[in-house]
Protein backbone atom coordinates (compact mmCIF):
# COMPACT_ATOMS: atom_id res chain seq x y z
CA UNK A 1 0.00 0.00 0.00
CA UNK A 2 1.42 3.09 -0.96
CA UNK A 3 0.06 6.65 0.68
CA UNK A 4 0.65 10.05 -0.60
CA UNK A 5 3.40 11.10 1.96
CA UNK A 6 4.85 8.12 -0.32
CA UNK A 7 4.18 9.62 -3.86
CA UNK A 8 5.68 12.51 -3.17
CA UNK A 9 9.44 11.15 -2.05
CA UNK A 10 12.08 11.86 -4.12
CA UNK A 11 13.85 9.29 -4.92
CA UNK A 12 17.66 9.44 -5.87
CA UNK A 13 18.89 6.51 -7.94
CA UNK A 14 23.05 5.64 -8.07
CA UNK A 15 24.65 3.57 -10.62
CA UNK A 16 28.46 3.12 -11.97
CA UNK A 17 27.43 3.95 -15.63
CA UNK A 18 24.46 5.80 -17.73
CA UNK A 19 23.13 5.52 -21.14
CA UNK A 20 20.47 8.45 -21.53
CA UNK A 21 18.48 6.79 -24.64
CA UNK A 22 20.36 9.47 -27.02
CA UNK A 23 23.52 10.28 -26.84
CA UNK A 24 26.36 7.48 -27.38
CA UNK A 25 28.38 9.03 -25.04
CA UNK A 26 27.32 7.61 -21.66
CA UNK A 27 27.74 9.42 -18.04
CA UNK A 28 29.92 8.15 -15.27
CA UNK A 29 28.74 7.78 -11.85
CA UNK A 30 24.73 8.81 -12.34
CA UNK A 31 22.22 9.87 -10.06
CA UNK A 32 18.57 10.25 -11.36
CA UNK A 33 16.22 12.03 -9.28
CA UNK A 34 12.54 10.68 -8.96
CA UNK A 35 9.69 12.93 -7.80
CA UNK A 36 6.00 11.69 -8.53
CA UNK A 37 7.30 9.09 -10.75
CA UNK A 38 9.21 11.21 -13.15
CA UNK A 39 12.70 12.09 -13.71
CA UNK A 40 13.68 15.86 -12.17
CA UNK A 41 17.32 16.22 -12.23
CA UNK A 42 20.40 13.70 -13.65
CA UNK A 43 23.64 14.72 -11.89
CA UNK A 44 26.79 12.85 -10.84
CA UNK A 45 28.52 11.51 -8.05
CA UNK A 46 26.83 10.60 -4.47
CA UNK A 47 27.79 13.98 -3.25
CA UNK A 48 24.86 15.41 -5.27
CA UNK A 49 21.89 12.75 -3.50
CA UNK A 50 20.00 15.77 -1.46
CA UNK A 51 19.66 14.62 1.90
CA UNK A 52 15.51 14.13 1.77
CA UNK A 53 15.96 11.48 -0.93
CA UNK A 54 15.66 7.77 -0.28
CA UNK A 55 18.80 6.73 -1.96
CA UNK A 56 18.39 3.39 -4.20
CA UNK A 57 22.38 2.63 -4.97
CA UNK A 58 23.01 -0.07 -7.53
CA UNK A 59 27.05 -0.11 -7.75
CA UNK A 60 28.79 -1.92 -10.63
CA UNK A 61 25.34 -0.99 -13.34
CA UNK A 62 24.22 0.25 -15.72
CA UNK A 63 21.38 2.65 -16.06
CA UNK A 64 19.40 2.83 -19.25
CA UNK A 65 15.57 3.65 -19.90
CA UNK A 66 13.27 1.04 -19.61
CA UNK A 67 13.05 -1.14 -22.87
CA UNK A 68 10.27 -0.09 -25.04
CA UNK A 69 8.77 -2.94 -27.45
CA UNK A 70 6.54 -1.20 -30.34
CA UNK A 71 4.86 -5.28 -31.37
CA UNK A 72 3.50 -7.33 -29.37
CA UNK A 73 0.62 -9.66 -29.04
CA UNK A 74 0.06 -9.55 -24.51
CA UNK A 75 -3.60 -11.44 -25.30
CA UNK A 76 -1.06 -14.77 -26.65
CA UNK A 77 0.70 -16.96 -24.93
CA UNK A 78 3.84 -17.22 -26.13
CA UNK A 79 2.80 -21.68 -25.74
CA UNK A 80 3.10 -23.68 -29.24
CA UNK A 81 -0.55 -22.96 -30.27
CA UNK A 82 -1.12 -19.17 -28.86
CA UNK A 83 -4.32 -18.95 -31.00
CA UNK A 84 -5.97 -22.05 -29.88
CA UNK A 85 -5.19 -21.15 -26.24
CA UNK A 86 -6.93 -17.41 -26.59
CA UNK A 87 -9.99 -19.15 -28.32
CA UNK A 88 -10.09 -21.95 -25.53
CA UNK A 89 -9.83 -18.56 -22.71
CA UNK A 90 -12.83 -16.20 -22.21
CA UNK A 91 -12.85 -12.67 -20.97
CA UNK A 92 -11.25 -12.38 -18.06
CA UNK A 93 -8.99 -15.32 -18.43
CA UNK A 94 -7.57 -13.47 -21.17
CA UNK A 95 -7.10 -10.30 -18.87
CA UNK A 96 -5.27 -12.59 -16.41
CA UNK A 97 -2.53 -13.91 -19.74
CA UNK A 98 -2.34 -10.25 -20.58
CA UNK A 99 -1.19 -9.60 -16.69
CA UNK A 100 1.47 -12.54 -16.58
CA UNK A 101 2.73 -11.67 -20.22
CA UNK A 102 3.09 -7.87 -18.92
CA UNK A 103 4.64 -9.07 -15.68
CA UNK A 104 7.49 -11.12 -18.53
CA UNK A 105 8.01 -8.10 -20.44
CA UNK A 106 8.80 -5.86 -17.46
CA UNK A 107 11.10 -8.72 -15.44
CA UNK A 108 12.84 -8.46 -18.59
CA UNK A 109 13.17 -4.52 -18.37
CA UNK A 110 10.65 -3.79 -21.02
CA UNK A 111 8.43 -1.19 -19.43
CA UNK A 112 6.39 0.03 -22.89
CA UNK A 113 4.82 -2.19 -25.12
CA UNK A 114 2.07 -1.60 -27.62
CA UNK A 115 0.27 -4.14 -28.30
CA UNK A 116 -0.67 -4.43 -32.44
CA UNK A 117 -3.50 -6.84 -31.98
CA UNK A 118 -5.58 -7.84 -28.90
CA UNK A 119 -9.17 -9.62 -28.65
CA UNK A 120 -12.15 -7.79 -28.04
CA UNK A 121 -9.90 -4.55 -27.05
CA UNK A 122 -8.82 -6.62 -23.65
CA UNK A 123 -5.64 -4.75 -23.38
CA UNK A 124 -7.10 -1.28 -22.90
CA UNK A 125 -8.06 -0.15 -19.48
CA UNK A 126 -5.93 -2.79 -17.38
CA UNK A 127 -6.03 -2.74 -13.84
CA UNK A 128 -3.72 -0.32 -12.09
CA UNK A 129 -2.42 -3.33 -9.82
CA UNK A 130 -0.14 -5.21 -10.28
CA UNK A 131 2.61 -2.76 -11.80
CA UNK A 132 2.35 -2.99 -15.39
CA UNK A 133 4.31 -2.22 -18.71
CA UNK A 134 3.06 1.12 -20.33
CA UNK A 135 0.21 -1.06 -22.86
CA UNK A 136 0.04 1.40 -26.25
CA UNK A 137 -3.30 -0.34 -27.75
CA UNK A 138 -4.37 -0.95 -31.03
CA UNK A 139 -7.52 -3.28 -30.11
CA UNK A 140 -8.17 -5.92 -32.66
CA UNK A 141 -6.23 -5.49 -35.66
CA UNK A 142 -8.43 -4.91 -38.87
CA UNK A 143 -8.16 -7.32 -41.83
CA UNK A 144 -10.29 -9.05 -44.04
CA UNK A 145 -12.88 -11.80 -43.96
CA UNK A 146 -10.90 -14.96 -43.15
CA UNK A 147 -7.44 -12.93 -43.65
CA UNK A 148 -4.94 -12.74 -40.77
CA UNK A 149 -5.36 -12.51 -37.78
CA UNK A 150 -9.81 -12.73 -38.05
CA UNK A 151 -9.86 -14.81 -35.36
CA UNK A 152 -9.28 -11.65 -32.76
CA UNK A 153 -12.10 -10.04 -34.37
CA UNK A 154 -11.29 -6.99 -36.41
CA UNK A 155 -12.78 -7.75 -39.98
CA UNK A 156 -13.75 -4.97 -42.27
CA UNK A 157 -15.09 -4.92 -45.76
CA UNK A 158 -15.26 -2.23 -48.36
CA UNK A 159 -14.78 1.30 -48.14
CA UNK A 160 -17.33 1.92 -45.77
CA UNK A 161 -16.53 -1.29 -43.63
CA UNK A 162 -13.12 -0.18 -43.08
CA UNK A 163 -14.04 3.66 -41.85
CA UNK A 164 -17.07 2.17 -39.62
CA UNK A 165 -13.81 -0.16 -37.99
CA UNK A 166 -11.79 2.62 -37.75
CA UNK A 167 -14.63 5.21 -35.86
CA UNK A 168 -15.59 1.68 -33.60
CA UNK A 169 -11.60 1.59 -32.70
CA UNK A 170 -11.50 5.33 -31.94
CA UNK A 171 -14.28 5.09 -30.19
CA UNK A 172 -13.17 2.16 -27.81
CA UNK A 173 -10.06 4.54 -27.04
CA UNK A 174 -7.14 2.91 -29.03
CA UNK A 175 -4.40 4.57 -29.99
CA UNK A 176 -2.83 3.07 -33.05
CA UNK A 177 -5.02 1.67 -35.98
CA UNK A 178 -3.33 -1.87 -36.92
CA UNK A 179 -4.55 -2.74 -40.49
CA UNK A 180 -3.44 -6.29 -42.40
CA UNK A 181 -2.32 -5.28 -45.43
CA UNK A 182 -0.81 -8.55 -46.42
CA UNK A 183 -1.05 -12.14 -45.06
CA UNK A 184 0.40 -13.78 -42.26
CA UNK A 185 1.98 -16.79 -41.19
CA UNK A 186 0.07 -17.38 -38.19
CA UNK A 187 -3.12 -17.90 -39.68
CA UNK A 188 -3.78 -20.86 -41.24
CA UNK A 189 -4.68 -20.66 -45.07
CA UNK A 190 -2.77 -17.01 -45.37
CA UNK A 191 -0.03 -16.01 -47.29
CA UNK A 192 2.34 -13.62 -46.70
CA UNK A 193 2.98 -12.39 -50.52
CA UNK A 194 -0.57 -11.06 -50.90
CA UNK A 195 -2.61 -8.15 -50.32
CA UNK A 196 -5.40 -8.42 -48.73
CA UNK A 197 -7.02 -4.87 -49.37
CA UNK A 198 -7.84 -2.53 -52.36
CA UNK A 199 -5.95 0.54 -52.28
CA UNK A 200 -8.79 2.33 -52.46
CA UNK A 201 -9.86 0.64 -49.04
CA UNK A 202 -6.31 1.35 -47.51
CA UNK A 203 -6.52 4.58 -48.52
CA UNK A 204 -10.04 5.44 -46.84
CA UNK A 205 -8.90 3.14 -43.33
CA UNK A 206 -5.74 5.84 -43.27
CA UNK A 207 -7.55 8.74 -43.59
CA UNK A 208 -10.33 8.23 -41.45
CA UNK A 209 -7.93 7.27 -38.68
CA UNK A 210 -6.12 10.35 -39.33
CA UNK A 211 -9.32 12.33 -38.89
CA UNK A 212 -9.61 10.61 -35.95
CA UNK A 213 -5.97 11.52 -34.94
CA UNK A 214 -4.86 8.43 -34.84
CA UNK A 215 -1.75 6.78 -36.83
CA UNK A 216 -1.51 3.68 -38.81
CA UNK A 217 1.14 1.13 -38.90
CA UNK A 218 0.34 -1.66 -41.34
CA UNK A 219 0.99 -5.65 -41.49
CA UNK A 220 3.04 -6.25 -44.74
CA UNK A 221 4.74 -9.15 -45.44
CA UNK A 222 4.60 -8.40 -49.21
CA UNK A 223 6.44 -5.67 -51.73
CA UNK A 224 3.01 -4.72 -53.18
CA UNK A 225 1.42 -4.62 -49.61
CA UNK A 226 4.11 -2.34 -48.71
CA UNK A 227 3.78 -0.25 -51.64
CA UNK A 228 -0.32 0.05 -51.21
CA UNK A 229 0.44 1.12 -47.56
CA UNK A 230 2.91 3.79 -48.35
CA UNK A 231 0.76 4.83 -51.05
CA UNK A 232 -2.11 4.85 -48.79
CA UNK A 233 -0.19 7.19 -46.33
CA UNK A 234 0.22 4.85 -43.64
CA UNK A 235 2.80 5.70 -40.20
CA UNK A 236 4.20 2.53 -39.85
CA UNK A 237 5.31 -0.78 -41.03
CA UNK A 238 5.40 -4.09 -39.51
CA UNK A 239 7.61 -6.84 -40.48
CA UNK A 240 8.64 -5.20 -43.85
CA UNK A 241 10.15 -8.36 -45.22
CA UNK A 242 9.53 -7.40 -49.11
CA UNK A 243 8.28 -10.74 -50.05
CA UNK A 244 7.93 -11.55 -54.14
CA UNK A 245 6.71 -15.06 -55.75
CA UNK A 246 10.10 -15.38 -56.61
CA UNK A 247 11.92 -14.02 -53.11
CA UNK A 248 12.46 -10.78 -52.03
CA UNK A 249 12.57 -7.39 -53.98
CA UNK A 250 13.15 -3.63 -52.88
CA UNK A 251 11.89 -1.16 -55.44
CA UNK A 252 14.86 1.98 -55.12
CA UNK A 253 11.82 4.58 -55.03
CA UNK A 254 9.58 2.71 -52.34
CA UNK A 255 13.23 2.62 -49.92
CA UNK A 256 13.35 6.22 -50.91
CA UNK A 257 10.09 7.14 -49.97
CA UNK A 258 9.78 5.31 -46.49
CA UNK A 259 13.07 7.09 -45.50
CA UNK A 260 11.60 10.70 -46.56
CA UNK A 261 8.32 10.47 -45.03
CA UNK A 262 9.93 9.05 -41.75
CA UNK A 263 7.44 5.93 -42.14
CA UNK A 264 8.64 3.38 -38.95
CA UNK A 265 9.83 0.62 -39.38
CA UNK A 266 9.19 -2.19 -36.87
CA UNK A 267 11.40 -5.10 -37.61
CA UNK A 268 10.30 -8.44 -36.48
CA UNK A 269 13.42 -9.42 -34.35
CA UNK A 270 14.19 -11.35 -31.20
CA UNK A 271 14.13 -15.25 -30.36
CA UNK A 272 14.92 -16.76 -27.09
CA UNK A 273 18.17 -19.00 -27.77
CA UNK A 274 17.92 -22.59 -28.47
CA UNK A 275 18.78 -25.22 -30.80
CA UNK A 276 17.75 -24.32 -34.61
CA UNK A 277 16.33 -27.56 -35.05
CA UNK A 278 13.44 -26.90 -32.81
CA UNK A 279 12.46 -23.60 -33.94
CA UNK A 280 9.35 -23.36 -35.73
CA UNK A 281 10.25 -19.92 -38.21
CA UNK A 282 7.88 -20.38 -40.95
CA UNK A 283 9.76 -21.58 -44.36
CA UNK A 284 9.05 -18.78 -46.52
CA UNK A 285 10.92 -16.10 -43.66
CA UNK A 286 13.63 -18.30 -43.05
CA UNK A 287 14.45 -18.96 -46.68
CA UNK A 288 14.52 -15.10 -47.75
CA UNK A 289 16.42 -14.15 -44.36
CA UNK A 290 19.47 -12.97 -46.02
CA UNK A 291 17.50 -10.99 -48.90
CA UNK A 292 15.54 -9.12 -46.12
CA UNK A 293 18.46 -8.24 -43.75
CA UNK A 294 20.15 -6.77 -46.63
CA UNK A 295 17.44 -4.41 -47.50
CA UNK A 296 17.21 -3.70 -43.72
CA UNK A 297 20.64 -2.90 -43.59
CA UNK A 298 20.10 -0.19 -46.37
CA UNK A 299 17.27 1.34 -44.77
CA UNK A 300 19.56 1.51 -41.68
CA UNK A 301 22.08 3.38 -43.64
CA UNK A 302 19.94 5.52 -45.48
CA UNK A 303 18.67 7.21 -41.83
CA UNK A 304 14.87 5.18 -42.11
CA UNK A 305 13.22 5.12 -38.30
CA UNK A 306 14.00 1.78 -37.62
CA UNK A 307 13.41 -0.47 -34.51
CA UNK A 308 12.35 -3.90 -33.02
CA UNK A 309 9.30 -4.90 -32.53
CA UNK A 310 9.94 -8.33 -31.57
CA UNK A 311 6.16 -9.88 -31.91
CA UNK A 312 6.36 -10.96 -28.78
CA UNK A 313 2.91 -13.86 -27.69
CA UNK A 314 3.32 -15.70 -30.64
CA UNK A 315 5.14 -18.77 -30.52
CA UNK A 316 7.36 -20.20 -27.75
CA UNK A 317 10.88 -18.88 -29.72
CA UNK A 318 8.85 -15.09 -28.55
CA UNK A 319 7.87 -15.25 -24.91
CA UNK A 320 7.27 -11.81 -23.87
CA UNK A 321 10.11 -9.78 -22.46
CA UNK A 322 11.97 -11.33 -25.70
CA UNK A 323 12.86 -7.57 -27.03
CA UNK A 324 16.95 -7.85 -25.56
CA UNK A 325 17.33 -10.50 -28.04
CA UNK A 326 15.74 -8.54 -30.70
CA UNK A 327 18.07 -5.58 -29.77
CA UNK A 328 21.25 -8.34 -29.49
CA UNK A 329 20.35 -9.60 -32.84
CA UNK A 330 20.54 -5.91 -34.45
CA UNK A 331 24.08 -6.83 -34.08
CA UNK A 332 23.73 -8.80 -37.22
CA UNK A 333 22.70 -5.93 -39.42
CA UNK A 334 26.11 -3.86 -38.53
CA UNK A 335 24.10 -1.87 -35.94
CA UNK A 336 26.16 -0.93 -32.83
CA UNK A 337 25.36 -1.32 -29.24
CA UNK A 338 24.67 1.40 -28.06
CA UNK A 339 22.95 2.46 -32.01
CA UNK A 340 20.57 -0.75 -30.99
CA UNK A 341 19.83 0.80 -27.31
CA UNK A 342 18.64 3.77 -28.62
CA UNK A 343 16.41 2.02 -31.54
CA UNK A 344 14.95 0.10 -28.66
CA UNK A 345 14.35 3.08 -26.12
CA UNK A 346 13.85 6.65 -27.56
CA UNK A 347 13.16 5.53 -31.40
CA UNK A 348 10.40 2.85 -30.31
CA UNK A 349 9.06 5.54 -27.82
CA UNK A 350 8.28 7.92 -30.93
CA UNK A 351 7.46 5.19 -33.04
CA UNK A 352 4.32 4.07 -30.23
CA UNK A 353 3.87 8.39 -29.86
CA UNK A 354 5.57 8.43 -26.67
CA UNK A 355 8.59 10.16 -27.59
CA UNK A 356 8.03 13.13 -25.16
CA UNK A 357 7.25 10.61 -22.30
CA UNK A 358 9.15 7.66 -22.35
CA UNK A 359 12.82 6.29 -23.73
CA UNK A 360 15.07 8.50 -21.86
CA UNK A 361 16.59 9.33 -18.91
CA UNK A 362 16.23 13.26 -18.80
CA UNK A 363 14.25 15.57 -16.77
CA UNK A 364 10.33 15.60 -17.64
CA UNK A 365 10.49 12.15 -18.68
CA UNK A 366 8.82 9.00 -16.66
CA UNK A 367 11.13 7.28 -14.64
CA UNK A 368 11.07 3.61 -16.25
CA UNK A 369 14.81 2.83 -15.95
CA UNK A 370 16.63 -0.22 -15.56
CA UNK A 371 19.74 -1.46 -13.96
CA UNK A 372 21.87 -3.73 -16.30
CA UNK A 373 24.49 -5.72 -14.72
CA UNK A 374 27.66 -5.09 -16.58
CA UNK A 375 27.81 -2.81 -19.87
CA UNK A 376 25.35 -2.75 -22.82
CA UNK A 377 27.38 -0.61 -24.60
CA UNK A 378 30.34 -3.08 -24.80
CA UNK A 379 28.50 -6.29 -23.70
CA UNK A 380 25.40 -6.57 -25.64
CA UNK A 381 24.54 -10.08 -23.98
CA UNK A 382 24.81 -7.99 -20.37
CA UNK A 383 21.25 -7.00 -21.41
CA UNK A 384 19.81 -10.20 -20.41
CA UNK A 385 20.97 -9.75 -16.94
CA UNK A 386 18.65 -6.43 -15.77
CA UNK A 387 19.54 -6.05 -11.85
CA UNK A 388 16.47 -3.95 -11.16
CA UNK A 389 13.57 -2.38 -13.19
CA UNK A 390 11.65 0.71 -11.86
CA UNK A 391 8.28 2.23 -13.11
CA UNK A 392 7.28 5.51 -12.44
CA UNK A 393 9.91 5.21 -10.26
CA UNK A 394 9.40 2.26 -8.18
CA UNK A 395 11.01 -0.81 -8.30
CA UNK A 396 8.83 -3.58 -9.31
CA UNK A 397 9.12 -7.13 -7.91
CA UNK A 398 10.86 -9.19 -10.25
CA UNK A 399 10.27 -12.22 -8.52
CA UNK A 400 6.20 -12.36 -8.88
ZN1 LIG B 1 2.01 -9.24 -34.75
Same mark, same amino acid.
Given at each position: ????????????????????????V?I????????????? #?????? @???????M?L???? $?T???????P?V??A??????????L?????????????? *?????????????????? &?????????????????V?????? $?????H??????V??? %????????????DR?????? %????????????????????P?????????????????? #????? $??A???????? %??????????????????????????? &????????????????? #???T?E????????? /??????????? @????????????????????????? *?????G???????? &?G??? #????????????????? /?????????????????????????????R???? $? %?
Amino acid at each position: MTSASDERRRTAVHAAVMFDGTDPVTIDDPVVLIEDGRIV #AVTQGL @ASVPPDAMLLDLPG $TTLIPGLVDPHVHLALDASADPVSALASRDDDEVVEAITS *AGRAQLSAGVTTVRDLGD &RGYLSLGLPPRPALPTVVSAGPPI $TIAGGHCHFLGGVAHG %VDGVRAAVREHADRGVAVIK %VIASGGTLTAGSDPRTDQFTPDELAALVDEAHRHGLPVT #AHAHA $TTAIEAAVAAG %VDGLEHCTFLTDDGVAAPDELLAEIVA &RRIAVSATLGLVPGPER #ARKTPEILKRNLAAT /FAIHRRLIADG @AVYAVGTDAGISPEKPHGVLVQGLI *ALGMLGVTPAEALR &RGTSV #AAHICGLGDRKGRIAPG /FDADLVAIDGDPLVDRASLRRPLAVLVAGRAIDR $T %V
